[in-house]
T-cell receptor, first 109, second 110 residues
Framework: AQRVTQPEKLLSVFKGAPVELKCNYSYSGSPELFWYVQYSRQRLQLLLRHISRESIKGFTADLNKGETSFHLKKPFAQEEDSAMYYCALRSYNTDKLIFGTGTRLQVFP | ETGVTQTPRHLVMGMTNKKSLKCEQHLGHNAMYWYKQSAKKPLELMFVYSLEERVENNSVPSRFSPECPNSSHLFLHLHTLQPEDSALYLC?????????FGPGTRLTVL
């Protein structure tokens, strides 16, 4: 079965601390993985996708097929990073996105 | 407003009412979606339309009825809803794997 697991509902850190939001997936084929972010009172928006291999707002995520993980990392968290983060998986032959339950990141000053 | 728009942004309705949610995209995308976002559940995919044809219906109750008259517009018709249907309903569109979400309609069923 296709599934995305985000084990942490809430992650709280102080400004300047490293951040890692965990995401594990279950998929039989070659998935495409995404991270979406939802800031307070804003719409859900794409943060990054694994095929782009880019860093957005200082965040990176590497697809680890051996561990079936796609953890989101940032070396130095900022207060403006506080938001809800969703990991998502896309089946290669469909446009369907399967979301995890989300992790709320709180960055304290 | 560019991207994906949704109207209304907020809706309060009784259980016997009939209402419709509207979604519009002018991105040239060929797939459109309805998602439900509740406080205690992950984002739930409700319906998928690809090239105006419904390709997925995730066991959604018949009190929710989608309509896709053309590739730019998507509706969700609501009829005799229950209080547990109160949630944020998100529309999205996609092309080549890139999904763009609308701002959502906050629905409250009394």
């Amino acid at each position: 079965a296709q599934r995305v697991t985000q084990p942490e509902k809430l992650l709280s850190v102080f400004k300047g601390a490293p951040v890692e939001l965990k995401c594990n997936y279950s998929y039989s084929g070659s998935p495409e993985l995404f991270w979406y972010v939802q800031y307070s009172r804003q719409r859900l928006q794409l943060l990054l996708r694994h095929i782009s291999r880019e860093s957005i707002k200082g965040f990176t995520a590497d697809l680890n097929k051996g561990e079936t993980s796609f953890h989101l990392k940032k070396p130095f968290a900022q207060e403006e990073d506080s938001a809800m983060y969703y990991c998502a998986l896309r089946s290669y032959n469909t446009d369907k996105l399967i979301f995890g339950t989300g992790t709320r990141l709180q960055v304290f000053p | 407003e560019t991207g994906v728009t949704q109207t209304p942004r907020h809706l309060v309705m009784g259980m016997t009412n009939k209402k419709s949610l509207k979604c519009e995209q002018h991105l040239g995308h060929n797939a459109m979606y309805w998602y439900k976002q509740s406080a205690k559940k992950p984002l739930e995919l409700m319906f998928v339309y690809s090239l105006e044809e419904r390709v997925e219906n995730n066991s959604v109750p018949s009190r929710f009825s989608p309509e896709c008259p053309n590739s730019s517009h998507l509706f969700l018709h609501l009829h005799t809803l229950q209080p547990e249907d109160s949630a944020l309903y998100l529309c999205a569109s996609s092309q080549a794997g890139l999904v763009i979400f609308g701002p959502g309609t906050r629905l409250t069923v009394l």
